[in-house]
């Protein structure tokens, strides 16, 4: 986004925070339009530049911080997710960790596995899986959409056993 907002506009993103930054506004939603009016912004890079000039996009949050935030009131889950992350580290070494504000997602070359605390007693595991047979636990997408081709629904650690183990290293496969 911030090399499409050089080009388009010639000047970088500091820029147009800073003129952001000037007209002191409170909301979000004043920053894109004021961006758009004024600037002739499209309303993808006025969203950009209002979520960098208030720090609320994922990118302006520490990645810990973001963990933190996401198992608020439900930190009973996250011995799954650190179990799960434990797992893929030991797939390979081009495994990559990226939290984002409600999940985490796992990539390869793409993304292969998704982690998202659901419920206050649910953890749900999206799979990216080629052609994978349905079973019991594991389901269709569900609210992954085209994220996933699959979920798996976790409640406790144990629920990351050996059949999970395999299902997350193909799907990470499939993704190298």
């Known amino acids: 986004m911030e090399k499409g ?76 997710l650190d179990k799960i992350l434990k797992i893929v580290q030991e797939f390979g070494d081009d495994v990559q960790v990226a939290p984002k504000k409600a999940s985490v997602s796992l990539r390869r070359k793409r993304q292969f596995a998704l982690v998202q605390p659901s419920t206050k007693t649910r953890v749900d595991l999206g799979l990216k899986l080629n052609d994978a047979e349905l079973t019991e636990r594991l389901e269709k997408s569900g609210p992954f959409g085209t994220m996933c081709t699959n979920r798996v629904r976790l409640s406790e650690t144990s629920d990351v056993d050996d059949e999970l183990v395999r299902w997350m290293k193909t799907a990470y496969e499939q993704a190298g």
């Open 5 to 80: 907002l050089l080009e388009k506009t010639g000047k970088p993103l500091n820029h147009w925070v800073s003129i952001v930054k000037k007209e002191n506004f409170e909301k979000h939603g004043q920053i894109i339009s004021f961006l758009k009016s004024e600037h002739g912004f499209t309303h993808g890079f006025a969203n950009f530049v209002a979520h960098k000039s208030r720090e609320s996009d994922a990118a302006s949050i520490d990645d810990q911080e973001l963990i933190t935030n996401q198992y608020k009131g439900k930190e009973y889950l996250k011995p799954i």
